[in-house]
């Protein structure tokens, strides 16, 4: 049971180059989501999905596009990379139940760390 | 709107010493609640929730509707304990699709 693997790990970019992290999920969750990590910013949320078919802007949606045309996977694409766009990126998914459920935790992938130049 | 607020950037203290970080929201429902960790070089991984008012690692976090508030303690940290912890909240509306808003982040930095 591999839980949520992105990538690739590191990334270098120019800017307006495009590129897409990868991440998949073997758990079977119908929820999945992006955020970028940024020193003092926390982790904000950029795209998110509840299943395949349906996706959702985050608070920081600009400059990134997401699909889900499966349960498994959730791609994150950057059309025109910026160096704004230099973060550390984390790909997370959870089973979607009643709230309090206790199903509301996520998984987490191990990162994608993102430099534009 | 969901907001979560951390207002220590980084927390020293001394191996022993009692340890709490911070942690308020701004929700107009009942939210759920939760402290995730994040130690060098591994993946972010939940440390507690609200609802199941267990002790993790030593860690407890009482959530104060009153205050708004979901504060972490330890009362003798551990140097194993040095990481960054994200205060977390969730609406509890599935067809929200229960989005999880994360504060700024706390580093924890244990001395020996």
């Known amino acids: 049971n591999a839980g949520v693997t992105q990538t690739p790990k590191f990334q270098v970019l120019k800017t307006g180059q495009s590129m897409t992290l990868q991440c998949a999920q073997d758990?079977?969750?119908?929820?999945m989501s992006w955020y970028r990590q940024d020193p003092g910013m926390g982790l904000r949320l950029i795209h998110y999905?509840?299943?395949?078919?349906?996706?959702d802007q985050g608070e920081v949606p600009n400059g990134y596009n997401v699909s889900r045309s499966t349960t498994e996977d959730f791609p994150l694409r950057l059309l025109s990379a910026a160096p704004s766009q230099t973060s550390v990126y984390f790909c997370?998914?959870?089973?979607?139940?009643?709230?309090?459920?206790?199903?509301?935790?996520?998984?987490f992938g191990a990162g994608s760390r993102l430099t534009v130049l | 709107a969901q907001r979560v607020t951390q207002p220590e950037k980084l927390l020293s203290v001394f191996k022993g010493a009692p340890v709490e970080l911070k942690c308020n929201y701004s929700?107009?429902?009942?939210?759920?609640l939760f402290w995730y960790v994040q130690y060098s070089r591994q993946r972010l991984q939940l440390l507690l929730r609200h609802i199941s008012r267990e002790s993790i690692k030593g860690f407890t976090a009482d959530l104060n509707k009153g205050e708004t508030s979901f504060h972490l303690k330890k009362p003798f940290a551990q140097e194993e304990d040095s990481a960054m912890y994200y205060c977390a909240l969730s609406a509890p509306i599935k067809a929200a699709g229960n989005k999880l808003t994360f504060g700024g982040g706390t580093r924890v930095l244990v001395k020996p």
């Open positions: 929700y107009s429902g009942s939210p759920e």
């Open positions: 999905s509840v299943g395949a078919g349906i996706t």
């Open positions: 758990m079977n969750h119908e929820y």
């Open positions: 997370a998914s959870r089973q979607t139940g009643q709230a309090f459920s206790g199903a509301n935790v996520l998984t």
